[in-house]
């Protein structure tokens, strides 16, 4: 398929389908084992988005096509072959969100949160203006929480836009009431996501530099993590189902891998100063040690390696040492984990951020090798209208 005429891209709730939108339809693709299920050639398609694994299938159409509108939303039945609903927005649709029991849509400034059992009005959240439509929805019904940018007070006395909060509000979508609000980054938020059980949040910044999970609906600051220190735009996280893996992709053309449940828990685990203050991000494959691992078996055979093993050591300590003595908010930029895994993917040539990269992980088991589950999806830039 031409990358020309791909409009949309990305998985279902469990990483078992790929749903594609194009310029003459759209598209159903399985996992694995890997192969297409269905095709539809009817108009071009903006959104593409599925239920599981079922036959319930919600579609917008596309800004540029005269027949198409990205205004109106389509819930269609695949093996059924026929139309459920068409309902049509005051602006365009940027996102569509679903679970089994709630279906939200995302506009630039409104959600509104349906019932999706009879496609029944439940609620709409005003929002501050959110092009990027910003938002994620737990695949649970048991925890079923909406989770987008906080809403900035507009203030009277100041004409100009307030900045963007880095704050996320957490929303019942089962009781229609706001359950928390979390302070997440100082800067404005740039990616949301929940694990498959509601029960953790994953945030992401505008900077990029820093990965915090929190749990659901506590807010309580569970692990943070250091996808690199370079800013990079964060295009996508996601947990594996059981929520024992986390995988990041960004503008960089990187997609990095963090372990989530481990005896530090996230939140004090301190590599090689060599690594965490220069300015590369972690792009090879090793699954161990990661880059120490490599360079220490690299020197290993040299003259030097004792002193330098030594001096790893030593700059650990001191690493520790110092953490120790510091206030939180600068502790913060000692602490955070690094990836166990990371790769490169083929570089787009539109030099960083022309190419969005979708990524999920699919592994059910608490034990898994990253790239054996990992599926990455790259898809052409988002349209905005």
Not at 217 to 222: F, H, Q, V
Not at 320 to 334: D, F, H, Q
Request: proline share 5%.
């Amino acid at each position: 398929m031409a990358d020309g005429n791909m409009l949309f891209a990305n998985f279902n709730q469990d990483f078992s389908c790929i749903s594609l939108g194009t310029k003459r339809g759209y598209s159903i693709t399985n996992c694995d084992p890997f192969g297409r299920v269905y095709t539809m050639n009817d108009g071009a398609r903006g959104i593409v988005e599925m239920l599981f694994c079922t036959s319930l299938i919600a579609l917008v159409g596309a800004a540029d096509q005269a027949q198409s509108s990205p205004r109106k939303l389509q819930i269609v039945n695949t093996k059924r072959q026929s139309m459920i609903c068409e309902l049509l927005f005051p602006s365009s649709i940027l996102s569509v969100k679903m679970n089994r029991k709630t279906l939200v849509i995302v506009l630039e400034a409104e959600i509104y949160i349906y019932d999706i059992s009879n496609m029944r009005l439940l609620h709409v959240i005003e929002t501050t203006p959110n092009p990027d439509a910003i938002c994620a929805l737990s695949p649970s019904v048991d925890s079923s929480y909406l989770a987008y940018p906080s809403p900035v007070p507009s203030s009277s006395a100041s004409p100009s836009p307030t900045p963007a909060s880095g704050d996320v509000l957490l929303f019942s979508t089962r009781s229609l009431t706001v359950a928390n609000v979390i302070q997440a980054h100082k800067a404005p938020i740039s990616c949301l996501a929940l694990n498959s059980t509601g029960t953790l949040l994953a945030t992401a910044s505008d900077k990029g530099t820093v990965i915090r999970v929190w749990s659901v609906p506590g807010a309580e600051k569970l692990y943070q993590f250091r996808r690199g220190t370079r800013e990079a735009k964060i295009y996508s996280i996601n947990f594996n189902v059981v929520g024992s893996l986390m995988a990041v992709s960004s503008a960089h053309d990187t997609v990095h891998i963090f372990k989530l449940g481990g005896a530090t828990g996230g939140k004090a685990s301190p590599r090689s100063v060599a690594e965490s203050l220069d300015g590369r991000e972690s792009t090879t494959g090793t699954l161990d040690g990661g880059y120490e691992a490599f360079i220490d078996s690299k020197k290993s055979r040299s003259v030097g390696s004792s002193l330098t093993r030594k001096s790893l050591q030593l700059t650990r300590g001191l690493t520790s040492s110092v953490g120790s003595y510091l206030p939180s908010s600068m502790k913060e930029m000692w602490e955070p984990s690094r990836d166990f895994a990371s790769l490169s993917l083929p570089s787009s040539g539109s030099g960083g951020g022309g190419v969005r990269t979708v990524v999920g992980l699919s592994g059910w088991n608490e034990i898994v090798d990253a790239f054996e589950l990992q599926w990455v999806f790259v898809a052409p830039p988002a349209r905005r209208i």
